[in-house]
């Protein structure tokens, strides 16, 4: 039987994506249900910690809307990171 790649590959190669280049790690988020993955917490902060690094407020934002529409509840990291995201941009 062949391996799988679950949330915890895909939320590691998210973060590995977002240090280098983040529209890539937006990407790979998007894809995910199309994988039959479904983002969590962690996939949502890292990909917010992207858009920080890179001063893109808004589509941070559109992030955390599109969290909240598919039920992942936000956590105090993704609370800060969007107003440190907000805040730089």
């Known amino acids: 039987e062949a391996l799988r ?18 529209p890539l790690a937006l990407w790979l988020l998007r894809q995910l249900p199309r994988l039959k993955v479904r983002p969590n917490v962690i996939s949502y902060a890292t990909a917010i ?28 990291v993704i609370y800060n990171s969007l107003m440190t995201t907000c805040e730089n941009g």
Request: hydrophobic share 45%; net charge negative.
């Open 49 to 76: 910690a992207a858009c920080n690094a890179e001063s893109r407020w808004i589509v941070a934002v559109e992030l955390f809307h599109e969290m909240c529409k598919d039920d992942v509840a936000p956590n105090v």
């Open 5 to 22: 790649p679950d949330i915890i590959t895909y939320n590691a190669t998210l973060d590995a994506c977002s240090k280098a280049r983040w």
